[in-house]
């Protein structure tokens, strides 16, 4: 093996932010235990997916991508998926991916140097398949730092796994129940980032809402958060994502309001607003009331910007249901949405309903709520210039002498920019005078 090689490993990371802080997780390990981490696969010794695989499509590009490292494999190469992917199709991965020399289960994070070691001391002809799963508390302290670092902004995950049964969803058969982490760990972690200078810690979960209810508190988020204000009072910019819709309390939309250094931002994944496709999906059906505690957390939290997602095309959706949603739409006006069409997943509760609406119906309705939100999100948008806001620099266009940035509107990846005219410190916070307003995204100029 070429002297270079050896002790180095290549790293992707699939999916969303939460499978990026299990990859930063895992890239601590390798790195605390001397691996070097390396952009070209080919000068690599050891190459890891961390997948993602709770839709068809995330599988698919996990197949594409393991099927792409593995064509290129010489022989003292070795080939690990990680992630979600493994704990439902391990099996389908090693018929997929000839090559494939060992998995590791999205909870088994923590155990990549041991697969390492075992591929190692193994014929690399013979696969290797971890043993049974074991929860978040269980491993070292030392290896206990859950974040991912993205210039000013960290993405810190507060639990693991989810208790909900959502009949669409796989991620409780992928990745268990509701595993808290204590606060003081998370608190441990957010100290860590506010050293590092970290201008936007975005706590994450499956469902942050939830947090805490494994450890027997009541609110717990709402503890958490109170904590955060106060040992990390130098991180300017606290953002939730994911909240579960009925759980936004009144405890936390109180914090919300008072203090300044969380954001006026919630992310309420609703999945539909027909009241029976809702039940079918075992989500909360009761949408008036969900309408009335968006109308309450826009009339408590000035000018709250609040993000969903819906899911197209699930069985039962017939046009009177989908014509529900669109009203709906029009009538809380998101300020950012996200649309899916339904993927029907095998193994999930709601594969007993099957898939009966034909693709063209879903890609065709997504495009028509898309096209609707189009127009709010830019209205929502044009309200914006003349004012001024602070924006998180996160990169420089130097050729335009442009900087690219996000206001506390907007998350990172899934919302809108701010475009600002001259150039401004990446990492850093400033004001800017919005300008111009385009569907997504805002122009402004340094103030
Ligand atoms: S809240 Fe529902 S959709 Fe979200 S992870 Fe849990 S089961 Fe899945």
């Known amino acids: 093996m070429a002297k270079l090689t050896q002790g180095t490993y290549h790293l992707v990371s699939l999916g969303c932010p939460k499978n990026l802080v299990d990859s930063e997780s895992i890239?601590?390990?390798?790195?605390?235990?001397?691996?070097?981490?390396?952009?070209?696969?080919?000068?690599?010794?050891?190459?890891?997916?961390?997948?993602?695989?709770?839709?068809?499509?995330?599988?698919?590009?996990?197949?594409?991508?393991?099927?792409?490292?593995?064509?290129?494999?010489?022989?003292?190469?070795?080939?690990?998926?990680?992630?979600?992917?493994?704990?439902?199709?391990?099996?389908?991965?090693?018929?997929?991916v000839p090559g494939l020399d060992g998995v590791l289960g999205t909870r088994r994070w923590m155990d990549i140097f041991h697969v390492l070691d075992q591929l190692d001391q193994k014929n690399r002809q013979e696969p290797f398949s971890p043993v049974s799963l074991q929860t978040?508390?269980?491993?070292?302290?030392?290896?206990?730092?859950?974040?991912?670092?993205?210039?000013?902004?960290?993405?810190?995950?507060?639990?693991?796994?989810?208790?909900?049964?959502?009949?669409?969803?796989?991620?409780?058969?992928?990745?268990?129940?509701?595993?808290?982490?204590?606060?003081?760990?998370?608190?441990?972690?957010?100290?860590?980032?506010?050293?590092?200078?970290?201008?936007?810690?975005?706590?994450?979960?499956?469902?942050?809402?939830?947090?805490?209810?494994?450890?027997?508190?009541?609110?717990?988020?709402?503890?958490?958060?109170?904590?955060?204000?106060?040992?990390?009072?130098?991180?300017?910019?606290?953002?939730?994502?994911?909240?579960?819709?009925?759980y936004v309390t009144k405890g936390l939309i109180q914090l919300m309001k008072s203090e300044s250094q969380i954001l006026p931002y919630l992310d309420i994944p609703l999945q539909h607003a027909d009241p029976a496709v809702l039940r079918a999906m075992r989500r909360p059906a009761n949408i008036e009331a969900v309408t009335q505690a968006l109308g309450h957390i826009r009339s408590e939290v000035e000018d709250i910007a609040l993000r969903t997602t819906m899911i197209v095309g699930f069985p039962g959706e017939d046009e009177p249901a989908f014509q529900r949603l669109i009203d709906f739409v029009k009538f809380v006006r998101f300020d950012h949405l996200g649309t899916f069409p339904y993927s029907f997943e095998p193994g999930s509760p709601a594969e007993v309903l099957g898939n009966p609406i034909p693709e063209e119906i879903k890609d065709a309705r997504a495009e028509q709520l898309m096209q609707i939100q189009a127009e709010i999100s830019r209205s929502h948008n044009q309200a914006f210039i003349g004012q001024e806001m602070d924006v998180l620099i996160e990169g420089i266009d130097d050729e335009n002498k442009i900087s690219i940035g996000r206001s506390y509107r907007d998350a990172p990846e899934v919302d809108g920019l701010v475009l600002i005219e001259g150039i401004a410190p990446v990492g850093a916070i400033v004001p800017a005078k919005i300008t111009g307003a385009i569907t997504h995204d805002l122009f402004g100029k340094l103030v």
């Open 136 to 246: 978040l508390e269980s491993y070292k302290p030392a290896e206990k730092h859950r974040f991912a670092i993205q210039g000013g902004t960290a993405y810190l995950k507060i639990a693991d796994g989810c208790r909900r049964a959502c009949s669409y969803c796989l991620i409780p058969l992928i990745k268990g129940g509701l595993v808290s982490r204590s606060i003081d760990a998370i608190v441990q972690d957010a100290k860590f980032l506010q050293d590092q200078g970290i201008k936007e810690l975005i706590l994450i979960a499956q469902d942050t809402t939830d947090y805490g209810h494994d450890l027997g508190m009541r609110d717990g988020l709402v503890r958490l958060l109170e904590t955060l204000l106060k040992t990390v009072p130098h991180i300017p910019w606290i953002r939730l994502m994911y909240a579960f819709p009925g």
């Open 27 to 96: 890239a601590r390990i390798l790195n605390r235990r001397g691996l070097l981490a390396v952009d070209l696969p080919e000068k690599s010794e050891y190459l890891i997916v961390n997948t993602c695989g709770f839709l068809a499509a995330a599988r698919e590009e996990a197949l594409a991508v393991l099927t792409d490292l593995a064509s290129g494999k010489k022989t003292w190469q070795k080939l690990i998926a990680a992630g979600c992917m493994p704990e439902l199709h391990r099996q389908d991965l090693f018929d997929s």
